[in-house]
């Protein structure tokens, strides 16, 4: 999902929520939206490199593409249009957990073991234009980015604003965090099983 914040981060609102089990399993749910007038241009069929975005506005091809050897079972699909905006809200199972994160349909999550620990990093896309600041100004304008893990043991460490017990939260909103216009953050959870 992080890589298509570049096509439309400005005006992207996404909440995506991972419950992670210790069976190498777990739920996942992603709600995201955009203003209606954006997702008409992505829907445009003429335009082949907005072809992802208008898989996720249709139902049937959504719920393909989150399925298709991702490791990832949808169990609700809905689009919807509300106050100007297109919104997508997608649920469902993770069936095979390192699957569903080679595939990238949650993002650009990577977990790995550090020590006696597990870690799970996920990282955000940089600027599409090198030319500094004000360019990444205009690209994440009114963004709003809110990650929430829950994971099978206790955070021993994490990057999250908010975190309890085995639950991280990670909040963006470019209007308030000016930081995440000079570098992306990091984002990171460890914990013990």
Known sequence: MFALLAFVAGCLHLEQEINLKNDNSGKFRIFFSVPRATADKLADPENSQHLAWRQLFDIRSGQKLYEDG???????????DRDARRHVRIEGRIDDLER???SGKLGTWKLESVGDNTRLTARLPESADPAGEDARRELWDGLYLNLIVTVPGTIVDTSASEYRNNRAKWTFDTGDTKDFLRQPPRIYIEFKD
């Open 100 to 102: 569903a994160l080679a």
């Open 70 to 80: 991702s490791g990832l079972s949808v169990t609700r699909y809905r689009v919807f």
